[in-house]
């Protein structure tokens, strides 16, 4: 086998780019800030200005460029497609994809028709995000291309550890008590709205999803089944087997 050079590459083997915002938390396994969490290598992309209250709360349409140049970036360096690690980033997709040569999924939120498609028709999806109140009818849209797809969302921004650790920025996570938290809202969906699956928005929740699975028996999706899902397809191995 003959390996080639790549015009401005000095690493190899990186096939997910992630576009990271600028935080103070921790990202225990799971998260995809740890790099632990992932099966193959993942390339980084600090975008500094991608702040909670640019990309969260106030989303801020002058983010494109900055995500877009990083996106470049990562192209650059050899990945073979891009994701961020905020599920709001959702917003930039249709953008990000239609710039960038490379697959492009920038939110856990994409998954939502197919698991849709996996239930019954009319049985609901739960939703457990970040902030309720600011995951709009406009988020949804942007992630299902309208199609109407039946959910009931829990938010986690009163939640007293997560809110202190992801919204606030404190800089510490209790993990058990988080975990606790993210179960409780979990539990409360699948009893008090009847939800056949669970998709977690926000991507620091991907570290309680076997919990929640546990608690509830449902079938759970967030960032990294999407991150494998994609990876799956743009890196195929050949089968080994007997015949």
Do not use: W
Not at 116 to 124: A, D, F, I, Q, W
Not at 144 to 172: D, L, Q, Y
């Amino acid at each position: 086998m003959i390996y080639k050079a790549r015009e401005g590459q000095v690493t190899y083997g990186e096939a997910i780019g992630i576009i990271m915002m600028q935080t103070f938390m921790p990202f225990p396994p799971g998260s995809p800030g740890n790099a632990s969490t992932f099966r193959y290598p993942v390339r980084y992309e600090l975008v500094e200005s991608a702040v909670m209250d640019r990309v969260v709360f106030n989303p801020d349409p002058a983010m494109l460029e900055p995500f877009l140049d990083a996106g470049r970036k990562l192209v650059r360096a050899g990945v073979k497609a891009i994701t961020g690690n905020c599920g709001f980033m959702i917003l930039f997709q249709d953008d990000m994809a239609r710039e960038l040569p490379v697959p492009v999924f920038m939110s856990s939120l994409l998954q939502l028709p197919f698991i849709s498609r996996l239930l019954g028709p009319g049985e609901k999806i739960g939703i457990i995000t970040a902030s309720k109140k600011t995951l709009t009818p406009e988020h949804l849209r942007a992630a299902t291309a309208g199609a109407n797809i039946p959910v009931a969302i829990s938010g986690m921004e009163e939640r007293p550890c997560f809110r202190s650790a992801i919204i606030k920025e404190e800089g510490e996570l209790n993990f058990e008590r988080v975990e606790a938290e993210v179960v409780d809202a979990a539990r409360e969906l699948a009893d008090g709205e009847g939800v056949k699956a669970i998709l977690f928005e926000c991507t620091d929740l991907s570290p309680y999803a076997a919990a929640v699975q546990e608690a509830t028996g449902l079938p759970v999706f967030d960032y990294t089944t999407m991150a494998d899902h994609v990876f799956s397809g743009i890196v195929r191995e050949r089968f080994l087997g007997i015949y």
